[in-house]
DNA sequence: ACCACTATTTCCCTTTCGTCCAATAGCCTC
DNA sequence: GAGGCTATTGGACGAAAGGGAAATAGTGGT
């Protein structure tokens, strides 16, 4: 369970921005990587680390917006934090509503500024420990045979291994077995374990 | 289970406006309240039935903003949709930050508002259903003696009748009968459902 | 001191669970 | 067709769960 460092993302036209940008991130001990554009950003594959994104709004090509939403649709979740030098209360709305940590104005306050990134370095460590802990759940429901998930399901709605058998049209004994691959499998000890799973995926799933 | 029809509040020192609003409202079949100032809403009892909140930002004595901060102090969850005629983009990040569902600058497009509405009112549904859902819980678990409470915790925590009961230095037979008693209590048939019950517990709680 | 009442205990019985060993049936690969 | 593999089954045994009946504290009220 290493935590490999964060790295923040900085998207933005101005060149003397990202540099004193850069340079400040770097002195607060934080390894930053500039991009000059939308496209720029996206050409580069995202490492999986912790991070955010410093991001302008309005750049010649695709707006921060547009990258804002397009990250959205591809389900990342990167913490992201607006820089913009325009007053526009309607784009910082809009960015907001789509999940935005913060929408600050240039020239940005070195205080706001590392408040909001650590805001988003919190967000972003919270999103990654529970889609860990939702991939983890996932995948070992996933390793369970249709079979197993099946009496697996049947278990935790209270039924007992008779009643299984019954519904499955098998032998207690082969349910006992099942049942007992099942909770090893899912590495529980206890039927009450079991429930608290059960109750972990219906949340991920709804 | 029945489920009141909403109610909106709308704060504004624009009597027009106010008026404007709850002849719109009123046509769409919404129930609506005005109020002249935040102080004017705070001094009506909130009954306790689903709505939203229609807020100006800049009025005499305490601001919109104010009003949602102390809210939210009182852990009302109401939420809020603001309205303003002055392009504040700091005033809006802020507002978005503690939650308001939406920020519109007026004149306010009638399309836009009853979209806002529309999401407000659904948050709302979702808050109080799940507000509800973690009362009936807590009731429930209150409603448990400490033993009960105790022999609670260690079923779940997967050991068997024999380990409790050596563990409070009661009998197992005693540990049966608590046992039974708080499934009853719990009104859950099963240990599964117990275990269900403690991760739902242990989510309300973190 | 006495009674009502609840919590706890002891004894006993039935059902269910968890697991052992051995065996059978179906299916894929070589 | 000979393995080799998985799913399934049967019988059996000890441990655990669930519950009934009656005895035994302990408590608080009178």
Redesign the interface.
């Known amino acids: 369970m290493s935590t490999p460092s964060p790295l923040i993302h900085i998207v933005d036209d101005d060149e003397s921005l990202r540099v004193a940008l850069l340079r400040l991130l770097g002195a607060a001990g934080f390894e930053a990587r500039g991009y000059a554009s939308t496209g720029d950003f996206l050409l580069q594959p995202l490492p999986d680390r912790p991070g955010c994104l410093l991001l302008d709004v309005r750049m010649p090509g695709p707006s921060g917006l547009d990258l804002q939403a397009a990250l959205r649709r591809q389900g990342n979740p990167l913490p992201v934090i607006f820089l913009t030098g325009y ?4 784009a ?2 809009r960015a ?2 789509a999940g935005a940590v ?2 600050l ?1 240039k020239p940005v306050e070195r205080e706001a500024l590392f408040e909001a990134l650590q805001r988003a370095l919190a967000r972003d460590a919270t999103q990654r420990a529970a889609h860990m802990e939702a991939e983890r759940l996932r995948a070992a429901f996933a390793a369970l045979t249709p079979r197993e998930r099946a009496v697996f399901d049947r ?4 039924q007992i291994n008779k009643q299984i058998a019954d519904a499955l049209g098998i032998a207690e004994r082969t349910v006992k077995l099942q049942r007992a691959r099942l909770m090893t499998k899912l590495d529980v ?12 995926l219906r ?1 991920l799933t709804d």
């Open positions: 007053a526009d209360v309607a910082s709305v907001m509503k913060d929408f104005t278990i935790v709605a209270g000890g206890s039927v009450a374990e079991l429930g608290r799973l059960a109750e972990r949340h």
